[in-house]
C-alpha cells in the first residue's frame, strides 16, 4: 500500500489542523493505521493508532484530549484532527500502516509509512 499524507502547515500556538493520509489499494481497511511524528533532532514517536474498523484508539499521553484520529475506509483515508496546538507540537507527521496488532506504539511494527507532512506551530 502507497500511503500520502497531507495537510500540513504553518499555525499560531492554539489553532487546529487536520491532516489526512490517503492509501491506495484495496485492502486499506485491513490495516491498523497510526500516525508519528518526528522533531528535529529527535527521534520519530508514536502519535496516534486506529484498529482496522475505527472502533478503538490509542494516543500518547503528550496529545490525549487534544487530537482524534478517525478513519473512513470507503474512502481509503486516516484522519489527524489537532487541536489546542503547542509549539512542542511542531514536527513533520507520517502516517503508517500496519498488519499487526502488535506494539503498535513502535515504528518498528509498521510496514508501510508515508513521505510525512510538517506541522509547525508558532508561539
Known amino acids: 500500500v502507497q500511503l500520502q499524507a497531507s495537510g500540513g502547515g504553518l499555525v499560531q500556538a492554539g489553532g487546529s489542523l487536520r491532516l489526512s493520509c490517503a492509501a491506495s489499494?484495496?485492502?486499506?481497511?485491513?490495516?491498523?493505521m497510526g500516525w508519528f511524528r518526528q522533531a528535529p533532532g529527535k527521534e520519530r514517536e508514536f502519535v496516534a493508532a486506529i484498529s482496522r474498523s475505527g472502533g478503538v484508539t490509542f494516543y500518547a499521553d503528550s496529545v490525549k484530549g487534544r487530537f482524534a484520529i478517525s478513519r473512513d475506509n470507503a474512502a481509503n483515508t486516516v484522519y489527524l484532527q489537532m487541536s489546542t496546538l503547542k509549539p512542542e507540537d511542531t514536527a513533520v507527521y507520517y502516517c503508517?500502516?500496519?498488519?499487526?496488532?502488535?506494539?503498535?506504539?513502535?515504528?518498528?511494527?509498521?510496514?508501510?509509512w508515508g513521505q510525512g507532512t510538517l506541522v509547525t506551530v508558532s508561539s
Open positions: 503508517a500502516a500496519s498488519r499487526s496488532d502488535n506494539d503498535f506504539r513502535a515504528s518498528r511494527t509498521y510496514d508501510y
Open positions: 489499494g484495496r485492502t486499506f481497511s485491513s490495516y491498523l
